[in-house]
C-alpha cells in the first residue's frame, strides 16, 4: 500500500506564502495497491484537483482511469474539489463515490452533486461524461476483493462521518478524521439543580465504552492518520463539540493503539508554516520508543 497526501487542512483552503511547507489544500488522501491495480481516493476536498491533474499526466497514458472515492462525510471542506476533478470529465472514466449521508430524503448523489448547479457552478452533474456510481456506506466490514478489506467505524462529529481501516496483506491503513473523544454530555455537578447521579454514572460509562471501541477500531495499524486541529489549550477553551481533536489527545490515542505510524492531520487553516514547524518541535515523536508521530504534509508519500 502506498498512501500519499494532496490535501491536509481542515475547513477551509488557505494557500498563501505562509502555508507552502505544509500544505493549504482540504482533505484528500491518495491510496495505492499496485498489486491489484487498485486506485482509492480518500475525501474529495481542494487537494484532488491537484491528484486529478497527476492522473491525467500519469494513468491516462495507461489505460482508462478507474477508481473509487470513499468520502469520510460531506461537510464543503471534504467535497468542494468534486467538481474540478478533471477524471469526471472523460467518458472513459469509472469512478465509484462512497460515502455516509445523514438524512435518507438525501442520497449521496445528490449531496455530493448537488454542488454542481447553475446556481453555484457552470456545469451540472448531469452533464458528467464519467460513469459515475454512488453507494451509501454504514458501519461494517466489507471484502474489497483480490485479499483487501474495509472496516468503517462512525466518528464523533456533527455530521454522520465514517473512518476507514484498510486491511491489505497484513498491513493495515485507518483514517480517523473529523471526529474527538466521546464525552459524557450529561451534568456531572452534584450541586447543579439539572444534576442526576444515575445519568451521569450512565453517561461516563457510555463515553468510555465507546473510546474503548474507537481504539479498538484503530488498534497496531501500520498508518493512522488521525484529526489533530488544535491544541489542548484551544480545545478545552472553546472548541469542545466541534468535532475535531487535540495533537496531545491524538498522540495518547496513538500510544494507547499502539500504532507504528500517526500522521496528524485536518490541520487548522490559520496556523502558518512557522506555528506547524514549533508545534512539530513540540509533539512529533521518532518512533524509537513507540509510535513514529508527525504531521501530514501535501505531497508526502509513505509505503506500508
Known amino acids: 500500500m502506498r498512501v500519499k497526501f494532496w490535501g491536509v487542512r481542515g475547513s477551509i483552503p488557505c494557500p498563501g506564502p ?3 511547507k505544509y500544505g493549504g489544500n482540504t482533505a484528500c488522501i491518495e491510496l495505492r495497491l499496485d498489486e491489484l491495480d487498485r486506485l482509492i481516493i480518500i475525501d474529495a476536498g481542494s487537494g484532488i484537483r491537484e491528484l486529478g491533474n497527476y492522473m491525467m499526466a500519469n494513468d491516462l497514458p495507461k489505460g482508462n482511469i478507474n477508481a473509487d472515492i470513499y468520502l469520510s462525510h460531506t461537510h464543503w471542506d471534504h467535497i468542494m474539489g468534486f467538481p474540478f476533478f478533471v477524471p469526471l470529465y472523460l467518458p472513459t472514466t469509472t469512478m465509484r463515490i462512497h460515502g455516509p449521508v445523514t438524512h435518507e430524503a438525501d442520497t449521496l448523489e445528490t449531496i ?19 460513469h459515475l456510481e454512488y453507494n451509501n456506506l454504514k458501519e461494517g466490514t466489507f471484502d474489497l476483493g483480490g485479499g483487501l478489506s ?12 465514517l473512518g476507514y481501516r484498510f486491511e491489505y496483506r497484513g498491513k493495515v491503513f485507518c483514517t480517523a478524521f473529523d471526529t474527538e473523544a466521546y464525552n459524557n454530555i450529561f ?24 473510546n474503548r471501541v474507537m481504539e479498538s477500531f484503530l488498534k497496531e495499524a501500520d498508518l493512522v492518520v488521525y484529526d489533530a ?6 480545545y478545552e477553551d472553546s472548541k469542545m463539540g466541534w468535532g475535531h481533536s487535540s495533537m496531545e489527545y491524538a498522540i495518547q490515542v496513538a500510544k494507547r493503539c499502539k500504532v507504528k505510524k500517526m500522521a496528524m492531520f485536518h490541520h487548522d487553516p490559520m496556523r502558518t508554516d512557522a506555528e506547524m514547524d514549533e508545534l512539530a518541535a513540540r509533539y512529533c515523536l521518532s518512533g524509537q520508543n513507540g509510535p ?13
Open 18 to 20: 505562509q502555508t507552502v
Open 112 to 130: 455530493v452533486g448537488g454542488q454542481m448547479t447553475y446556481r453555484y457552478f457552470p456545469v451540472r452533474d448531469a452533464e458528467l461524461a464519467a
Open 150 to 161: 474495509l472496516t468503517t467505524k462512525y466518528l464523533n462529529h456533527p455530521i454522520l462521518c
Open 187 to 210: 451534568c456531572t455537578d452534584p450541586d447543579d439543580p439539572s444534576y442526576d447521579e444515575t445519568m451521569a454514572q450512565e453517561g461516563e460509562l457510555v463515553a468510555m465504552e465507546q
Open 229 to 234: 486541529q488544535y491544541t489542548r489549550k484551544e
Open 292 to 304: 513514529e508521530i508527525f504531521f501530514a504534509r501535501e505531497g508526502t508519500e509513505i509505503k506500508l
